[in-house]
């Protein structure tokens, strides 16, 4: 089976853009799950979506969103790009069981945003 | 905020085990124990986790202690490769789903 993938993996944009990243998951998995990895605050939980909807989300701003589509693939979106939002960004997906439990979630190698 | 405590740093000598403990003593009843490792700038690669009973993959094993506070991943015969920082996370239920808040974990250096 083929693991989770992300695209691009490396990305350098400069303050004021704005990126919108992509995740695969993995076949038959319906939740994506996003964390950002910074050295300071290390890995962080953006958000959760399961079946195109949002079903939990961290302590970030309004800048950063996403979207999941019917074939479970998700896009996460970043505007107004700020110095510090330079990070690798992680996608990780599991099967979303709504009953909880031992519901592994398996990550992809991360896409690397650079912001100048 | 992360639940569990680990320590910063381990040497191991290659070919011998490797013990990196985890203590979690406010974990509740129905919390598994997930252990991650990341290798510099990639994904975290899931390894093992327990609930209660020790469990055994062909990665590593997991030792839970009976009153669940703590627990001990081990790699039976650590190699080079296996030099990453691994996280012992203790699953946190969020809503309908489960995140995973990750620590620092602890960076296991195996020596030649």
């Known amino acids: 089976k083929a693991g989770v993938t992300q695209t691009p993996r490396y990305l350098i944009k400069t303050r004021g853009q704005q990126v919108t990243l992509s995740c695969s998951p993995i076949s038959g998995h319906r939740s994506v799950s996003w964390y950002q990895q910074t050295p300071g605050q290390g890995l962080q939980f953006l958000f959760e979506y399961f079946s195109e909807t949002q079903r939990n989300k961290g302590n970030f701003p309004g800048r950063f969103s996403g979207r999941q589509f019917s074939n479970s693939r998700s896009e996460m979106n970043v505007s107004t790009l700020e110095l510090g939002d330079s990070a690798l960004y992680l996608c990780a997906s599991s099967s979303g069981s709504p009953s909880g439990g031992a519901d592994t979630q398996y990550f992809g190698p991360g896409t690397r945003l650079t912001v100048l | 905020d992360a639940k569990t405590t680990q320590p910063p740093s381990m040497d191991c000598a290659e070919g011998r085990a490797a013990n990196l403990p985890c203590n979690h003593s406010?974990?509740?009843?129905?919390?598994?124990v997930y252990w991650y490792r990341q290798i510099h700038s990639q994904g975290p690669q899931y390894i093992i986790h327990g609930l209660k009973n020790n469990e055994t993959n062909e990665m590593a094993s997991l030792i839970i202690t009976e009153d669940r506070k703590s627990s001990t991943l081990i790699l039976p015969h650590a190699t080079l490769r296996d030099t990453a920082v691994y996280y012992c996370?203790?699953?946190?239920?969020?809503?309908?789903?489960?995140?995973?808040?990750f620590g620092k974990g602890t960076l296991l250096t195996v020596n030649p």
């Open positions: 406010t974990i509740s009843g129905n919390e598994y």
């Open positions: 996370i203790v699953r946190v239920p969020q809503g309908s789903n489960y995140k995973l808040t």
